[in-house]
Nanobody, 123 residues
């Protein structure tokens, strides 16, 4: 199995920026995609962004388009989520996850999850 560890969360003011990291370790798998998800209290989990391992194509939820950027460093087995122009509505626990079924979309089957990192946007 693959272990995923998120980092980079914290408390920021509205309009600020954070960069989240997702480091993968453990078994070497043929990943289809790695995605970022978030969940706020009382709300359903939302797919934020994902990146395909085959061609690097990306997806962004409408709520974060133009503000968030997903990227990867294959040599470091790490995926990043650069978050700019943060809003209070972005407050949530952010999780990264790995898709291995071959469906390289945000709606794929994500079987491996990290522990999450808290992002709080508040003045």
């Amino acid at each position: 199995q693959v272990q995923l560890v998120e980092s980079g969360g914290g408390l920021v003011q509205p309009g600020g920026s954070l960069r989240l990291s997702c480091k993968a370790s453990g078994s070497t798998l043929d990943y289809s995609a790695i995605g970022w998800f978030r969940q706020a209290p009382g709300k359903e989990r939302e797919g934020v962004s994902c990146i395909s391992n085959s061609d690097g194509s990306t997806y962004y939820a409408d709520s974060v388009k133009g503000r968030f950027t997903i990227s990867r460093d294959n040599a470091k087995n790490t995926v990043y989520l650069q978050m700019n122009s943060l809003k209070p509505e972005d407050t949530a626990v952010y999780y990264c996850a790995v898709e291995t079924s071959g469906i390289a979309t945000i709606r794929g089957e994500y079987d491996y999850w990290g522990q999450g990192t808290q992002v709080t946007v508040s003045s």
